[in-house]
T-cell receptor
Framework: EPEVTQTPSHQVTQMGQEVILRCVPISNHLYFYWYRQILGQKVEFLVSFYNNEISEKSEIFDDQFSVERPDGSNFTLKIRSTKLEDSAMYFC??????????????FGDGTRLSIL | RKEVEQDPGPFNVPEGATVAFNCTYSNSASQSFFWYRQDCRKEPKLLMSVYSSGNEDGRFTAQLNRASQYISLLIRDSKLSDSATYLCVVNMDLDSNYQLIWGAGTKLIIKP
């Protein structure tokens, strides 16, 4: 079964440094998402991406965040100047159709980001 | 009012028992509904979509009640491997944008 893959599985970074989280969505999917989950808390939507542009973003997704699809397979989340509170599990997801379609999203294993 | 609300549990249930969770949602314009399960420190995995007519997948049954704005998940003949957190996810129309809103999850512990 095709799956979403994320790298690295764990990233440790000094506060203030930039970090890039990578994702390879399922190949025929058209919509891509980033979520985060702070330990012990609920999954929170960050951003959705379609047709090479952001389609929706949450209040969490401020100017320190950016997303990119640099080629036909990768989808990246960049955090420019990391803060302690950015420590969380970051999940990438993809779906064939958009969120209004009722299509479920398929998640990667996540990247655990630890900010020191 | 929370947009998607779940009883956090934990539900401690003996193996073989039947257990049911409810999830309430605030927006009547919600369009689609899902149950995901999440094991500790792992990614959410789709368990099942929830259809208006209700749907069943093996030991799992999902129901939708639009009038009362809740969805339910029933697990029959529970197994030890069913221990996980069950997340209710609702596709809501918020400010003319559909957004997936996640509940905080209900923790289920199946005991031998």
């Amino acid at each position: 079964e095709p799956e979403v893959t994320q790298t690295p599985s764990h990233q440790v970074t000094q506060m203030g440094q930039e970090v890039i989280l990578r994702c390879v969505p399922i190949s025929n999917h058209l919509y891509f998402y980033w979520y985060r989950q702070i330990l012990g808390q609920k999954v929170e939507f960050l951003v959705s991406f379609y047709n090479n542009e952001i389609s929706e973003k949450s209040e969490i997704f401020d100017d320190q965040f950016s997303v990119e699809r640099p080629d036909g397979s990768n989808f990246t989340l960049k955090i420019r100047s990391t803060k302690l509170e950015d420590s969380a599990m970051y999940f990438c997801a993809s779906s064939l159709l958009g969120r209004g379609s009722g299509q479920p999203q398929h998640f990667g294993d996540g990247t655990r980001l630890s900010i020191l | 009012r929370k947009e998607v609300e779940q009883d956090p549990g934990p539900f401690n249930v003996p193996e073989g028992a039947t257990v049911a969770f409810n999830c309430t949602y605030s927006n009547s314009a919600s369009q689609s509904f899902f149950w995901y399960r999440q094991d500790c420190r792992k990614e959410p995995k789709l368990l099942m979509s929830v259809y208006s007519s209700g749907n069943e997948d093996g030991r799992f049954t999902a129901q939708l009640n639009r009038a009362s704005q809740y969805i339910s998940l029933l697990i029959r003949d529970s197994k030890l491997s069913d221990s996980a957190t069950y997340l209710c996810v609702v596709n809501m129309d918020l400010d003319s944008n559909y957004q997936l809103i996640w509940g905080a999850g209900t923790k289920l512990i199946i005991k031998p």
